[in-house]
């Protein structure tokens, strides 16, 4: 029976049985350092010096014959038990065949090579090598016969035209190298090959041999490298108008070339050196014109320091300002809806001051509309279209453009969602000065009434009131007040209108209108202009009865101030026109001033009243009343009763709040509050109620 402890996972061992019992690590106990210290320097040393010598086979010395055969056979059997077993490793029968070669048995090492070849005849090395071997040794035909198979089987490995080629012409073997070169270009080589035909007829100096290849190299390759070293090559053999031919030809072939950049460059260049500026400065505009501004980057530097070596100073200028549009061609390309871009470039054409070119730049500018009808996105814009207009009428003089523009430009603006006032009236200013006041007011009412704005509306209303037409002024403000009826400078304005035409009861009907209105943006503006309208007309019962109206909507203090402030500066002007004696007339104003200042008071004690019964909260107003009223009563001499108004100032007292936050209480501020007299009685009498409370209490205790 197994023991308990047993475990069936590991053949009935026990755990302890199976433990691995590591060797328990020695201690040191002298740690000190030994006198002499060994470097791992030392060790490699000594390791190097006690290793043993490489066992090496004993060579062998041949001494006759049957030992040759022998160690032939042997070597033979070797290589064949090895190619049998890696019949794909090329290394192999390289090996072989190159030993077969040192043996000196050319018939074996060319079975050899052959039987490679049958293995992997692509394999363009074995070729190389087979070839080599018969040039090695001199058998000429054998090597020609390889080269001429390995190009039928491989003709687009370069490198064995290259040395079939090579070793004809180490033979002097012209011809036959020329033939190999034909052979090899029927099939198209890329440019490296057909430059070796070249340079092999240059080297035997047939010019026109070299020539006619460069014809057929063009046709195979028409590319822009190919065509500038054939005009290199007329250029070098001193043929200047073959070369200038050459480019000429290449122009009109590859002017749209992705690498046309480097052809106009070669052509200018050459031109250059042919003294000929004028035609190189023709050939670098006309290269400017056609190539995409993307890629004449090279073509700008070079025409830039073309022209500050030849040319004038207009001519560097124009280079410079090229260059420059250059820059902002490939900003407005990247992000038409630049429009600071815009801006930029049409200025530079501006300083030109072509006129053509300017007006390009602007359509191409303004053809970049925003993508979304909102407001925002037009402001920048907007500016492009007054811009051009601006140019069209100062700087081109041609005011029927100039016409097309503002009409273009409204007609793009979607006005069911917004518009731009400054357009409108700046195309109505034009037809103003350009005498046309109907054509103007054309416009303005066509504003008025598709994009009605407050701008439109005053300038509008300011040029028929040059004019002095009244009746269209006030249909105007009719139209104003009827789009927005509660715009209180309209109000205001229209009611300055009829009162500067002496028509009182008009504008005070029409304040009347204004102030009956439901809702008014500024109504605090417009009933101060309603109060000085009337105590500019000395209409100071109405004047007071506008302010009690007004205190019947608000109670605030500065109306209470400014009524308190107009009766007591109300003096109805009786004495004027009467014959009484000076002192009965001083005394007729003493008491006219009199009852102005009694009315004051009154005015401010309502004030008082009020914030006292219906506004206690407002202690820091009612402070302020109280000191307005001081200063009033100081002003009025002897008049005024000080005393009156200090028996009724507050107490200032410093008080402390505590502040309280989203979070909870943050800490405490201090805070001026106001104590009132009547408020001091008030505490007092709740102190004496206490008190007596407290001594009954203590009374009813003493009974008990």
Same mark, same amino acid.
């Given at each position: 029976?197994?023991?308990?402890?047993?475990?069936?996972?590991?053949?009935?061992?026990?755990?302890?049985?199976?433990?691995?019992?590591?060797?328990?690590?020695?201690?040191?106990?002298?740690?000190?350092?030994?006198?002499?210290?060994?470097?791992?320097?030392?060790?490699?040393?000594?390791?190097?010096?006690?290793?043993?010598?490489?066992?090496?086979?004993?060579?062998?010395?041949?001494?006759?014959?049957?030992?040759?055969?022998?160690?032939?056979?042997?070597?033979?059997?070797?290589?064949?038990?090895?190619?049998?077993?890696?019949?794909?490793?090329?290394?192999?029968?390289?090996?072989?065949?190159?030993?077969?070669?040192?043996?000196?048995?050319?018939?074996?090492?060319?079975?050899?090579?052959?039987?490679?070849?049958?293995?992997?005849?692509?394999?363009?090395?074995?070729?190389?090598?087979?070839?080599?071997?018969?040039?090695?040794?001199?058998?000429?035909?054998?090597?020609?016969?390889?080269?001429?198979?390995?190009?039928?089987?491989?003709?687009?490995?370069?490198?064995?035209?290259?040395?079939?080629?090579?070793?004809?012409?180490?033979?002097?073997?012209?011809?036959?190298?020329?033939?190999?070169?034909?052979?090899?270009?029927?099939?198209?080589?890329?440019?490296?090959?057909?430059?070796?035909?070249?340079?092999?007829?240059?080297?035997?100096?047939?010019?026109?041999?070299?020539?006619?290849?460069?014809?057929?190299?063009?046709?195979?390759?028409?590319?822009?490298?190919?065509?500038?070293?054939?005009?290199?090559?007329?250029?070098?053999?001193?043929? %200047?108008?073959?070369?200038?031919?050459?480019?000429?030809?290449?122009?009109?072939?590859?002017?749209?070339?992705?690498?046309?950049?480097?052809?106009?460059?070669?052509?200018?260049?050459?031109?250059?050196?042919?003294?000929?500026?004028?035609?190189?400065?023709?050939?670098?505009?006309?290269?400017?014109?056609?190539?995409?501004?993307?890629?004449?980057?090279?073509?700008?530097?070079?025409? %830039?320091?073309?022209?500050?070596?030849?040319?004038?100073?207009?001519?560097?200028?124009?280079?410079?300002?090229?260059?420059?549009?250059?820059?902002?061609?490939?900003?407005?390309?990247?992000?038409?809806?630049?429009?600071?871009?815009?801006?930029?470039?049409?200025?530079?054409?501006?300083?030109?001051?072509?006129?053509?070119?300017?007006?390009?730049?602007?359509?191409?500018?303004?053809?970049?509309?925003?993508?979304?009808?909102?407001?925002?996105?037009?402001?920048?814009?907007?500016?492009?279209?007054?811009?051009?207009?601006?140019?069209?009428?100062?700087?081109?003089?041609?005011?029927?453009?100039?016409?097309? %523009?503002?009409?273009?430009?409204?007609?793009?603006?979607?006005?069911?969602?917004?518009?731009?006032?400054?357009?409108?009236?700046?195309?109505?200013?034009?037809?103003?000065?350009?005498?046309?006041?109907?054509?103007?007011?054309?416009?303005?009412?066509?504003?008025?009434?598709?994009?009605?704005?407050?701008?439109?509306?005053?300038?509008?209303?300011?040029?028929?009131?040059?004019?002095?037409?009244?009746?269209?002024?006030?249909?105007?403000?009719?139209?104003?007040?009827?789009?927005?009826?509660?715009?209180?400078?309209?109000?205001?304005?229209?009611?300055?209108?009829?009162?500067?035409?002496?028509?009182?009861?008009?504008?005070?009907?029409?304040?009347?209108?204004?102030?009956?209105?439901?809702?008014?943006?500024?109504?605090?503006?417009?009933?101060?202009?309603?109060?000085?309208?009337?105590?500019?007309?000395?209409?100071?019962?109405?004047?007071?009865?506008?302010?009690?109206?007004?205190?019947?909507?608000?109670?605030?203090?500065?109306?209470?101030?400014?009524?308190?402030?107009?009766?007591?500066?109300?003096?109805?002007?009786?004495?004027?026109?009467?014959?009484?004696?000076?002192?009965?007339?001083?005394?007729?104003?003493?008491?006219?001033?009199?009852?102005?200042?009694?009315?004051?008071?009154?005015?401010?004690?309502?004030?008082?009243?009020?914030?006292?019964?219906?506004?206690?909260?407002?202690?820091?107003?009612?402070?302020?009343?109280?000191?307005?009223?001081?200063?009033?009563?100081?002003?009025?001499?002897?008049?005024?009763?000080?005393?009156?108004?200090?028996?009724?100032?507050?107490?200032?007292?410093?008080?402390?709040?505590?502040?309280?936050?989203?979070?909870?209480?943050?800490?405490?501020?201090?805070?001026?509050?106001?104590?009132?007299?009547?408020?001091?009685?008030?505490?007092?009498?709740?102190?004496?109620?206490?008190?007596?409370?407290?001594?009954?209490?203590?009374?009813?205790?003493?009974?008990?």
């Amino acid at each position: 029976m197994a023991d308990k402890d047993s475990d069936p996972t590991l053949g009935y061992l026990t755990k302890k049985e199976t433990e691995v019992k590591l060797p328990r690590p020695t201690r040191v106990k002298n740690k000190t350092p030994a006198p002499i210290q060994i470097t791992a320097e030392q060790i490699l040393r000594e390791a190097r010096e006690r290793q043993e010598s490489e066992i090496r086979p004993p060579k062998q010395k041949i001494t006759d014959s049957t030992e040759l055969a022998d160690y032939r056979l042997r070597k033979r059997k070797e290589f064949e038990d090895l190619i049998r077993r890696v019949r794909w490793n090329i290394g192999v029968w390289v090996k072989y065949a190159q030993w077969e070669e040192s043996q000196k048995d050319f018939k074996r090492a060319r079975s050899v090579w052959e039987r490679a070849l049958e293995v992997d005849y692509r394999n363009h090395t074995l070729w190389l090598k087979y070839a080599e071997m018969e040039m090695k040794n001199k058998f000429i035909n054998h090597a020609r016969n390889i080269w001429d198979r390995a190009v039928s089987l491989l003709p687009r490995i370069d490198q064995l035209w290259y040395k079939y080629i090579h070793m004809e012409e180490m033979l002097g073997n012209v011809a036959g190298a020329r033939q190999i070169f034909e052979r090899w270009m029927q099939w198209e080589p890329d440019q490296q090959g057909w430059l070796s035909y070249i340079k092999f007829e240059l080297r035997y100096n047939e010019i026109d041999r070299a020539r006619a290849i460069y014809e057929r190299f063009l046709q195979c390759h028409p590319k822009v490298g190919a065509w500038i070293r054939y005009a290199k090559f007329e250029m070098k053999n001193g043929e %200047v108008a073959r070369a200038r031919n050459c480019y000429e030809r290449a122009v009109d072939k590859l002017a749209d070339d992705e690498e046309a950049e480097q052809l106009f460059v070669a052509f200018a260049e050459f031109e250059e050196r042919c003294k000929e500026t004028e035609r190189a400065r023709c050939i670098y505009k006309f290269s400017l014109d056609h190539i995409p501004k993307g890629r004449a980057e090279e073509l700008y530097k070079k025409f %830039v320091a073309f022209e500050k070596q030849y040319g004038d100073k207009e001519g560097i200028e124009d280079a410079i300002v090229g260059k420059r549009r250059f820059q902002y061609e490939d900003e407005v390309r990247k992000n038409p809806l630049n429009y600071d871009s815009w801006f930029d470039y049409i200025r530079l054409e501006e300083s030109v001051g072509n006129k053509e070119r300017t007006r390009e730049v602007y359509e191409r500018a303004i053809a970049n509309v925003p993508p979304a009808e909102e407001k925002r996105y037009w402001q920048r814009y907007i500016y492009l279209w007054i811009n051009y207009a601006l140019y069209e009428e100062l700087d081109a003089q041609d005011m029927d453009r100039t016409r097309d %523009v503002y009409r273009e430009c409204l007609n793009l603006i979607p006005h069911g969602k917004f518009s731009f006032a400054k357009i409108w009236l700046m195309a109505a200013q034009f037809e103003i000065r350009q005498l046309n006041l109907k054509g103007a007011r054309q416009i303005l009412g066509n504003a008025i009434g598709r994009a009605p704005k407050d701008k439109i509306f005053k300038k509008y209303i300011e040029i028929e009131l040059q004019l002095g037409n009244i009746d269209r002024c006030r249909k105007l403000y009719e139209k104003y007040l009827e789009w927005s009826p509660e715009n209180c400078y309209a109000w205001t304005k229209y009611a300055e209108l009829e009162r500067s035409l002496s028509e009182t009861e008009r504008a005070r009907s029409i304040f009347e209108l204004a102030i009956a209105q439901p809702a008014l943006d500024m109504p605090e503006l417009l009933w101060k202009a309603y109060i000085d309208f009337e105590i500019v007309e000395g209409e100071f019962e109405r004047t007071r009865a506008l302010y009690l109206r007004l205190l019947d909507r608000t109670k605030h203090l500065k109306v209470w101030i400014s009524f308190a402030k107009f009766e007591a500066s109300a003096m109805e002007d009786d004495t004027g026109s009467s014959d009484l004696p000076d002192d009965e007339v001083q005394e007729l104003l003493y008491e006219t001033k009199k009852l102005c200042v009694q009315r004051a008071r009154s005015v401010f004690e309502r004030a008082i009243g009020y914030f006292r019964t219906s506004a206690p909260e407002l202690k820091e107003e009612r402070a302020m009343l109280l000191e307005e009223w001081l200063n009033m009563e100081r002003g009025f001499g002897n008049l005024g009763d000080i005393g009156l108004v200090q028996a009724k100032m507050p107490k200032k007292l410093k008080k402390r709040r505590q502040l309280m936050t989203e979070d909870g209480p943050a800490g405490f501020e201090e805070y001026i509050d106001y104590l009132f007299p009547e408020e001091t009685q008030t505490t007092n009498l709740k102190i004496l109620e206490a008190a007596y409370k407290w001594k009954k209490q203590r009374v009813a205790a003493d009974e008990d």
